[in-house]
């Protein structure tokens, strides 16, 4: 079996925006596309962690069938 890894997404992130007054609290379109991202790449990130877990699980699997079968035969 074989799990592929997703890979992460990536923005650049401007360090500040000239048009944009510095006591000014809501967010940004940008900024918010930036939290969006962030969050999708905590679930790419539990998404490869699971995806590892289930792997190993499946190879445990395997080598337990094959001790059984070992015992049996």
Do not use: G
């Amino acid at each position: 079996m074989d799990f592929r890894k997703i890979c992460l997404l990536h923005m650049q992130q401007l360090t500040n925006f000239p048009y944009i007054e510095k006591d000014f609290d809501a967010l940004t379109d940008y900024e918010l596309l930036c939290k969006v991202v962030q969050k999708l790449n905590e679930v790419v990130e539990n998404s490869n962690k699971q995806n590892e877990q289930i792997t190993n699980l499946y190879n445990s699997f395997i080598l337990l069938n094959i001790f059984v079968l070992y015992i049996l035969f």
